[in-house]
């Protein structure tokens, strides 16, 4: 049930864009998006609920789609603070813990 | 606080010592999940209170493993007769209230079993 990231791994130049594909393959409630640096706390970025709703913030944005069971995450033109560990966490109707996904990483180079 | 705050930051334990891995939410956030992170993963669920209440456990990987919340705030992860197979990070997140708030995570507990 742990849901499916893709890229794994991908590098960027600053400025160039990305996304994030995270996949279920259970009905999802919930997506939300969370960063990690080395050594810290994850952190939260954004959620998107049920209805295939986007969303965003700066330069980073989301959208759900309910009918394919899927998230994708872009980044916009990028910038050096985006280097990072991103994670989807899916919840699910009835369980409120979310599951994780691998983990897709982010480097950005000068 | 201003953020979850979990200690110790670091543990090494020896195998088959016991450890007490301790949390401490946000003021007020009703929600308190444990996860474990292996290295070069993403974070597996292990148990979730809401209060004091532990109303999942299902993540916890054997009966060595062991939270609780007394009073509905602070928590603490107690691990029994620890393996090598326990090395891990172990954070902690916090949230205001039911599904759809966001998480709010801790710094985390690298354990290591030698």
């Known amino acids: 049930q742990q849901p499916v990231q893709s890229p794994q791994a991908v590098i960027l130049r600053e400025g160039e864009d990305a996304v994030i594909n995270c996949s279920s393959s259970?009905?999802?409630?919930?997506v939300h998006w969370y960063r990690q640096k080395h050594g810290e706390a994850p952190v939260f970025l954004m959620i998107?609920?049920?209805?295939?709703e986007q969303k965003g913030h700066d330069k980073i944005s989301a959208s759900f789609n309910e009918k394919k069971q899927q998230s994708s995450l872009y980044l916009t033109a990028s910038q050096l603070s985006y280097s990072g560990t991103y994670f989807c966490?899916?919840?699910?109707?009835?369980?409120?813990?979310?599951?994780f996904g691998s983990g897709t990483r982010l480097q950005v180079q000068p | 606080g201003a953020g979850v705050s979990q200690s110790p930051r670091y543990k090494v334990a020896k195998r088959g010592q016991d450890v007490a891995l301790r949390c401490d939410p946000i003021?007020?956030?009703?929600?308190l999940f444990w996860y474990q992170q292996a290295l070069g993963q993403g974070p597996e669920f292990l148990t979730y209170?809401?209060?004091?209440?532990?109303?999942?456990k299902s993540g916890l990987p054997s009966d060595r493993f062991f939270a609780e919340r007394p009073e509905g705030s602070v928590s603490t992860l107690k691990i029994q007769r620890t393996q090598q197979e326990d090395s891990a990070v172990y954070l902690c997140?916090?949230?205001?209230?039911?599904?759809?708030?966001?998480?709010?995570f801790g710094n985390g507990t690298r354990l290591t079993v030698t």
């Open positions: 998107l609920l049920k209805g295939g």
């Open positions: 003021s007020g956030h009703v929600s």
């Open positions: 966490g899916t919840g699910f109707t009835g369980r409120r813990a979310l599951t």
């Open positions: 997140a916090s949230s205001l209230k039911g599904e759809g708030s966001p998480l709010h």
């Open positions: 259970k009905a999802l409630y919930s």
């Open positions: 209170f809401q209060n004091e209440a532990q109303l999942d």
